[in-house]
């Protein structure tokens, strides 16, 4: 038996800026770049990810508005024993827009989509 591993990191990589309706929270401006979504699931995080992956999907979390715009491409996906607001923390960034898979939030991260930059999507 491993670590149970009940973190997951999303890596989403934007290349032009886009405006994103995200649910109730409303439309925000994404400016081309990396960000990374922190989320948990308790259990079965493996079905919790495949959902992410899947485009096909009825439109439920915030991270679900941004996977399924235009120009948004899910590259990377990371596994964790951590606590998700940890591995939020640490994954630094910018806050672009607050509130974002917060809802259950209990630590004050403001945002689990963090805004890393656009370096890396000179690839
Ligand atoms: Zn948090």
């Known amino acids: 038996m491993g670590t149970k591993l009940i973190s997951y990191q999303l890596w989403i990589?934007?290349?032009q800026p886009r405006t994103?309706?995200?649910g109730?929270?409303?439309e925000f401006n994404f400016p081309a770049g990396v960000y990374v979504y922190t989320g948990s699931a308790k259990s079965n995080i493996e079905a919790r990810i495949a959902r992410h992956c899947r485009r096909d999907k009825t439109l439920r979390w915030h991270i679900d508005y941004l996977l399924a715009a235009e120009g948004v491409e899910l590259f990377c996906v990371g596994r964790s024993a951590r606590g998700e607001?940890?591995?939020n923390r640490a994954a630094g960034g910018e806050v672009l827009v607050p509130g974002f898979g917060a809802?259950?939030?209990r630590?004050?991260?403001r945002?689990?989509?963090r805004y890393l930059g656009a370096k890396r999507t000179a690839d």
Do not use: N, Q
């Open 107 to 109: 630590k004050d991260c």
């Open 103 to 105: 809802s259950d939030c």
């Open 24 to 26: 109730r929270l409303g």
């Open 85 to 87: 607001c940890a591995l």
């Open 20 to 22: 994103i309706t995200i």
């Open 13 to 15: 990589a934007l290349r």
């Open 111 to 113: 945002s689990h989509l």
